[in-house]
């Protein structure tokens, strides 16, 4: 079993887990936010969650409010807003930190695993200065949306940029290999 699935978290309603209570699933991890302009793409995690779902797939939502402070609520607004916003059935979990001091220890190993995110995460860097923001280097995340695809054993397989949507291309083929094995 791999070291990431042992690192204690917290669901959204405080209760103690882990990733591995989705041992032998292949799982999406995504550090979310409701303020951002990616929110959206809390519609297509719910749209490929509940069709792969039964396949042995999971999104793991982490949410973070170290970009923009996009994620300011609490635990209890944040799971309100997903379900009555997007309808978010994928399991939540509490509000976390991805980077700085305070980094939650999921994401120190899940950046180490994948230092550098498939699609281009360059370009983003490249809007985020021009809104004269200081963008993350690697292996830090970049930003909201963020996405490490975990395979069934708990290692991290692949890393998708904030941009690369979870109906992209790409990711829906790195899942499906993952759930093929």
């Not at 302009?37 to 792969?52: C, D, S, V, W």
Request: glycine share 8%; charged share 25%; with cysteine.
């Amino acid at each position: 079993m791999s070291s990431i699935q042992n690192i204690p978290v917290n669901t959204i309603d405080g209760k103690p887990s882990s990733l591995k209570d989705f041992a032998g699933n292949v799982l999406l991890v995504v550090n979310v936010a409701s303020k951002c302009g990616l929110t959206p793409q809390y519609e297509a995690l719910e749209k490929i969650y509940e069709e792969k779902k039964d396949k042995g797939f999971a999104v793991l939502g982490f949410p973070a409010n170290n970009f923009g402070a996009q994620e300011p609520g609490s635990n209890e607004e944040i799971a309100e807003f997903c379900s009555l916003t997007y309808s978010v059935k994928f399991p939540m979990f509490a509000k976390i930190s991805v980077v700085g001091d305070d980094q939650h220890p999921l994401y120190k190993e899940l950046t180490k695993a994948a230092p550098r995110a498939a699609g281009d995460p360059d370009a983003f860097r490249e809007r985020l200065k021009g809104f004269g923001m200081t963008p993350n280097q690697d292996p830090d995340v970049l930003w909201n949306f963020e996405k490490f695809l975990v395979g069934k054993n708990g290692d991290v397989v692949a890393r998708f940029a904030p941009t690369v949507t979870p109906d992209d291309p790409a990711v829906v083929a790195a899942i499906e290999a993952e759930l093929a094995k």
